[in-house]
C-alpha cells in the first residue's frame, strides 16, 4: 500500500505522513509484509540506527497497551496518567551514531563494534524508502542480501562488505577497498586498476596474508569468498615492467619462499586424498617424500616443462607436529582444539594415509567430505613442516561455509567447535552410503547385555566411521516416571562427557517459614549450602532446620513489592537464580492439606493518610503475602473470610481490658495468648461479623493480573479449583487485634556487609566431577519425558551409567553456565591424573577388560565470559615430551606444569595390554569422594 492508496498527498503530490501513529505502523508492517514475501540473493537492505528506530516504533505503538483500569485511580488520575505517556513524532532519521567519522568522502563505513537488534536494525529497501519520504535524514546505508556457501545456501544481509588493504609495490603505498565477499577477482583487478590507472593486462595481484605472498590471483569469476581472503588483510599490486616482474621467487602456502628443486618425472610419489577439487578451485592433489627416520613430509607438485618440482621444507633432524598456527583474529578457540585433534594418534595415522576412498560426498548430514579434506590437508601441514607456522586460513573458510556459528572474528569455545568437528568429520567419512531405517525397541525387561548389543549394533548400521571407530562409546541411561514408575531404559552412544564442576563454595541464604494453616508465627531460618545445589537442596535443608514432619511440605516463593513474583516449583533450577537482595518465603502445610486445588493468596493493602484529596483513600501495599489451601468445591464470601481468620490468628495481640464496669462488676484482665504452635487461637477475641451482614474483613477479589478487585461480600459464589488472589484492607480495627510487625520487614536472602569473607574455592578431582555426572537427577521442566504408559510429558528422574568406553575418552569440564538469570565462568582447579586413569569402577559393563588411559592433550581456557584466551598442552607421543601450543608460539614445557585451573577439554587415549606407560598416580586408583 502506498501514501497515494491511503489518501495522504499535499497540494504539490508530495506525500506526507498520515494522521496518527497507527495508521503509519500499518503502512510500514504491509510492506515489510510484502518484502518478507520476495526475499531473494540481490534484495537491498538498509541499515538504521536503533536509536532512531526504537524512538520511531515508541511512537506509532503507543496507545496500543491496556488501558488502566485499577478502581482506586479516579478518571482524572487516569488522564493525566496517560497523557505523560505520549510519545512525540521522532525527528528526522540520524544514522551519525553508528557511522564511522572518518569515513572516505560518500563510503560511509560502519563502526565494526556494532550488534544487531543492539546497535541497528536491518529494514527493507520499501521500508527504507517510505521512512525516508517522511522523515528525510540519513544518511543511508544500503546492503545487498548475499548467499553463503557453495552447497548449502545461507541467506544473509552482507552488512560489513570485505575490507582489503592494497600495496603497491611501486612506492609502497597503501590504499582500502571495499568489495563484496561475492565480488569476483575480476571486478578486484577493474577495481585496483582504475584506481591507479593502469592497464590490466600489466597487474599482478597476490594475496598478500600476513605482509608474505601467497597466492597469485588470477582475474577470473572466482568469488573473494571462495579465495578465503580475510577483513582487513593485504594485497599487494605488482605491475609488469618491460616484460618482467619484481618477484622472482614462488610461495608456498604458508608464506615461505620455496627453493626449486628438479627431480626426473618418472620418480614415484605417493598420491594422498586422491586429488578431487574443492569448491575453492584448488585441487588437493599432494605427492610426498618420506625422508629417513623423519615424520611424513609434505609437498606441493606442479608440472613445468615436463618436470615435477617438489618442496621440501623439512630440515634434517625436524620433527613434525611442532607447528604452530597462526591466530587469523580470535581463532585462538580454533587453534586450541585443532592442536589436541592433530595430535591425537589414531587421526594422524590416518589423515598421512590416502583416506580418498572412505569421502562420503552423498551424506546429506555432512559437508559432502571438503571438511575431512581441509582437515586432513591442514594436519598433513602441521605434521610435516617442521616448526614453521601455519595459517589455517583455508580451513577457517570451510569451518566458516558449513558452520556460520563460527564465521567472523568473534571468539568462540572451542568445546563447541571440537564437537562440530568430531560429528562433522564422523558424516564426511562415514562409509554407510544409504542409511537405514530402524525402528527403536523398548527394552521390556531384557538383560542389559541384549538390549546394549542390539543398540550398537542399530548405530553402527548407520553410522560407521574412522570417528565411530575411536571417539565413540556406549552409555546407559534410565528414565523413572514419578507417577506411575514406568522404567524406561535406552543405551545411547556418546562422543564426550560433559562433567559438571561441583563446588565446595557454600552460601548463607535465609529463608522465612510461613505457616499456610495459621498454627504458627513466621520464622526466618538462615542456612549454609554448596552454591552450585539447587531448590530442591534447599527445601531438604529448610525442612532439617525448621523440623519439618513426615506429614508435612513446604513450598516456596519469591515476594517481590509484597507480592508473589514466582513460584519456586521447579526443583532441579539452581541456586543461582536466587539473588542475594530477593526475598524468598517458604509455606508451610500439611501434605493433606497441600493437596487441595485451590491456592488462596492474601495481599495487604493499608490506606493512605493524606489530606490532599488526589492522594486520599490510596491504598498502599505492605507486608508479606500469605498463602492457603481450601478444600471446599464450592466457596462463598463466608468460606474466604474464615480462612483469613485462620492464618491471621498466630498474630493476635495480647488483650488487656481496662477495668470496664459491667453491671456494677470489674473484669479482670484476659490472659496473654500464647504463641506457641501447639496453643488454639483465643476465639472469643476474633473480628465478629457485623449486625449488617457484612464480613469481618474488608476483603476484595482480584483478577489473574491482581490490577482490579471488586468487593467481596457474604454470600458471593466464588469459582474454586484454580488460584484466587484477595486484597485485605488493613483498618484501625485490623491493627488493634493483630500485630502487624510479623508480616512486615521480610528479610533478603543474603545481607551483604563489610566483614563478609571471600571463600576459597577448593580443589576438585575428575572423580568427583565423575560422580556427579552419574548421579541420579529430576529432568528440567523443558526437558520433560513422554510417557508411554500415562500418555503425558513427565518430569522423570534421569539416571546415566557408562557401559563402553571408546579407544580416544574426552571430557568436557563445564567452567561455563548460561541461564536467564546469571553468566558465570567456574575457575575450580579440578585435579585429573595423567597416567593410569583407571574408570572400571563406573562402566557397568564387567567384559573383564581394563578401563585404563593415558592423558595425551588439554584444551585450555584463561580469563573469563567476556573474551579470554585459549591454548593447548600436547604430548609428541613418539618424543614422550610435552609441548605448549600457543597459536603461533609452541614451547616444550614440563608434565608437571600441565595440571591448572585452566584445564577446559581433556584428551585420554586407552592403555593398550602390555603398552608401558608412566608411573601410576594415586589419585588415579582411589576415588575421591
Keep these: 500500500m502506498t501514501i497515494a492508496d491511503s489518501g495522504f498527498m499535499m497540494e504539490n503530490g508530495a506525500s506526507c505522513l498520515p494522521h496518527t501513529p497507527e495508521e503509519e505502523k500499518r503502512i510500514i508492517d504491509e510492506l515489510a509484509r510484502k518484502s518478507e514475501a520476495n526475499v531473494k540473493e540481490g534484495n537491498l537492505f538498509y541499515v538504521v540506527s536503533n536509536r532512531w528506530y526504537s524512538s520511531w516504533k515508541k511512537y506509532v505503538e503507543q496507545g496500543t497497551g491496556e488501558r488502566l483500569n485499577d478502581e482506586w485511580y479516579s478518571e482524572s488520575q487516569q488522564m493525566d496518567l496517560l497523557s505523560s505517556k505520549i510519545v512525540a513524532r521522532p525527528g528526522p532519521?540520524?544514522?551519525?551514531?553508528?557511522?564511522?567519522?572518518?569515513?572516505?568522502?560518500?563510503?560511509?563505513?560502519?563502526?565494526?563494534?556494532?550488534?544487531?537488534?543492539?546497535?541497528?536494525?536491518?529494514?527493507?529497501?520499501?521500508?527504507?524508502?517510505k521512512l525516508s519520504d517522511w522523515y528525510k535524514g540519513g544518511p543511508a546505508l544500503p546492503r545487498k542480501l548475499?548467499?553463503?556457501?557453495?552447497?548449502?545456501?545461507?541467506?544473509?544481509?552482507?552488512?560489513?562488505?570485505l575490507c582489503l588493504k592494497f600495496i603497491d609495490s611501486r612506492d609502497n603505498s597503501q590504499t582500502v577497498i571495499r568489495l563484496s565477499k561475492k565480488a569476483s577477482v575480476q571486478e578486484l583487478y577493474e577495481k585496483v586498476c582504475t584506481l591507479r590507472g593502469i592497464e590490466q593486462q600489466k597487474a599482478h595481484i597476490w594475496d598478500y596474508f600476513n605482509m608474505q605472498k601467497y597466492t597469485l590471483l588470477d582475474a577470473s569469476n572466482q568469488t573473494?569468498?571462495?579465495?578465503?581472503?580475510?577483513m582487513d588483510q593485504e594485497i599487494l599490486l605488482e605491475v609488469q615492467v618491460d616484460g618482467n616482474h619484481s618477484s622472482q621467487f614462488s610461495m608456498d602456502p604458508t608464506g615461505n619462499e620455496l627453493a626449486l628443486v628438479p627431480i626426473e618425472p618418472s620418480r614415484s610419489s605417493m598420491t594422498i586424498a586422491g586429488g578431487p577439487t574443492l569448491s575453492n578451485g584448488h585441487s588437493m592433489d599432494y605427492s610426498y617424500n618420506l625422508p629417513q627416520g623423519s615424520a611424513l613430509s609434505s609437498s606441493a607438485s606442479a608440472d613445468t616443462d615436463d618436470k615435477c618440482y617438489v618442496y621440501n621444507p623439512m630440515k634434517k633432524g625436524d620433527r613434525g607436529g611442532l607447528a604452530g598456527l597462526q591466530n587469523l583474529g580470535n581463532t585462538c578457540f580454533m587453534n586450541s582444539s585443532i592442536q589436541c585433534l592433530v595430535h591425537t594418534p589414531p587421526l594422524v595415522e590416518y589423515f598421512l594415509q590416502d583416506y580418498s576412498d572412505e569421502i562420503n560426498t552423498e551424506n546429506p548430514l555432512g559437508m559432502h567430505g571438503e571438511l575431512a579434506l581441509a582437515f586432513g590437508e591442514l594436519l598433513r601441514k602441521l605434521w610435516s613442516s617442521g616448526r614453521t607456522t601455519i595459517a589455517p586460513r583455508a580451513f577457517k573458510g570451510k569451518l566458516a561455509r558449513f558452520a556460520p556459528q563460527f564465521s567472523g572474528y568473534n571468539q568462540h569455545d572451542s568445546q563447541e567447535l571440537l564437537a562440530f568437528l568430531l560429528d562433522g568429520l564422523h558424516e564426511d567419512l562415514n562409509r554407510v552410503k544409504n542409511k537405514p531405517y530402524i525402528e527403536t525397541k523398548d527394552s521390556d525387561g531384557r538383560p542389559d547385555e541384549e538390549v546394549a548389543d542390539e543398540c550398537w549394533k542399530n548405530h553402527r548400521a548407520r553410522n560407521d566411521s574412522l570417528i565411530v571407530d575411536v571417539c565413540q562409546g556406549q552409555y546407559k541411561s534410565t528414565l523413572v516416571c514419578p507417577v506411575c514408575s514406568k522404567i524406561s531404559i535406552t543405551f545411547d552412544p556418546f562422543m564426550y562427557l560433559s562433567l559438571p564442576l561441583p563446588s565446595t563454595v557454600t552460601r548463607s541464604m535465609t529463608v522465612t517459614v510461613v505457616y499456610g494453616d495459621g498454627r504458627g508465627l513466621p520464622m526466618p531460618y538462615t542456612l549454609t549450602l554448596i552454591k552450585d545445589r539447587c531448590i530442591k537442596d534447599l527445601i531438604a535443608a529448610l525442612g532439617t532446620a525448621c523440623c519439618l514432619k513426615s506429614d508435612e511440605s513446604l513450598m516456596l516463593a519469591e515476594v517481590y513489592e509484597h507480592r508473589i513474583y514466582r513460584y519456586l516449583d521447579n526443583l532441579s533450577e539452581p541456586l543461582s537464580s536466587i539473588k542475594n537482595d530477593d526475598r524468598i518465603v517458604a509455606y508451610r502445610y500439611s501434605k493433606e492439606e497441600a493437596a487441595f486445588k485451590t491456592r488462596l493468596e492474601i495481599i495487604y493493602r493499608w490506606q493512605e493518610k493524606s489530606t490532599s484529596d488526589s492522594l486520599k483513600g490510596q491504598r498502599k501495599l505492605f507486608g508479606t503475602p500469605l498463602v492457603a489451601y481450601l478444600g471446599e468445591d464450592k466457596l462463598s464470601g463466608v468460606d474466604i473470610d474464615r480462612a483469613v481468620s485462620r492464618i491471621l490468628s498466630p498474630l493476635k495481640r495480647a488483650v488487656k481490658l481496662n477495668s470496664i464496669k459491667e453491671n456494677g462488676l470489674v473484669s479482670q484482665g484476659i490472659d496473654e495468648a500464647s504463641n506457641s504452635h501447639n496453643s488454639r487461637p483465643m476465639d472469643n477475641i476474633e473480628l465478629e461479623e457485623t449486625s449488617s451482614g457484612e464480613l469481618s474483613f474488608h476483603l476484595f477479589l482480584a483478577d489473574e493480573r491482581g490490577s482490579s478487585c471488586k468487593p467481596i461480600e457474604k454470600y458471593m459464589h466464588i469459582s474454586s479449583g484454580k488460584p484466587i488472589k484477595i486484597f485485605l484492607d488493613w483498618t484501625n480495627q485490623e491493627d488493634e487485634v493483630y500485630d502487624a510487625s510479623y508480616l512486615k520487614d521480610l528479610p533478603e536472602v543474603h545481607k551483604n556487609g563489610f566483614t563478609a569473607k571471600k571463600t576459597r574455592q577448593e580443589a576438585i578431582s575428575l572423580f568427583t566431577c565423575m560422580e556427579a555426572f552419574l548421579k541420579e537427577e529430576p529432568l528440567g521442566p523443558d526437558d520433560m519425558w513422554y510417557c508411554p504408559k500415562c500418555k503425558e510429558h513427565r518430569q522423570a528422574t534421569k539416571k546415566l551409567d557408562l557401559w563402553m568406553l571408546p579407544e580416544v575418552l574426552v571430557f568436557h569440564l563445564k567452567r561455563f553456565s548460561y541461564s536467564r538469570y546469571s553468566k558465570n565462568k567456574l575457575d575450580t582447579l579440578v585435579t585429573f591424573p595423567i597416567h593410569n586413569l583407571d574408570l572400571s569402577q563406573y562402566v557397568m559393563n564387567k567384559d573383564g577388560k581394563p578401563h585404563l588411559y593415558e592423558l595425551y592433550a588439554i584444551s585450555n581456557h584463561y580469563g573469563g565470559l567476556g573474551g579470554g584466551h585459549y591454548t593447548a598442552y600436547a604430548k609428541l607421543i613418539d618424543e614422550n615430551r610435552w609441548y605448549h601450543f600457543d597459536d603461533s608460539h609452541v614451547s616444550p614445557v614440563n608434565e608437571t606444569d600441565i595440571k591448572t585451573s585452566a584445564a577446559y577439554v581433556l584428551f585420554y587415549r586407552r592403555v593398550k595390554s602390555g603398552q608401558k606407560i608412566g608411573e601410576a598416580e594415586s589419585s588415579g586408583t582411589h576415588m575421591e569422594s
Excluded at 101 to 119: A, C, I, Y
Excluded at 224 to 230: A, D, I, R, S, T
Aim: no cysteine.
Design 146 to 161: 548475499i548467499s553463503q556457501g557453495d552447497v548449502h545456501k545461507n541467506l544473509m544481509v552482507e552488512v560489513y562488505p
Design 224 to 230: 573473494l569468498e571462495q579465495l578465503n581472503l580475510q
Design 93 to 129: 532519521i540520524d544514522n551519525s551514531d553508528i557511522v564511522v567519522n572518518e569515513s572516505e568522502g560518500n563510503d560511509l563505513q560502519l563502526n565494526r563494534m556494532l550488534v544487531e537488534e543492539r546497535d541497528y536494525v536491518l529494514v527493507s529497501q520499501e521500508v527504507w524508502e
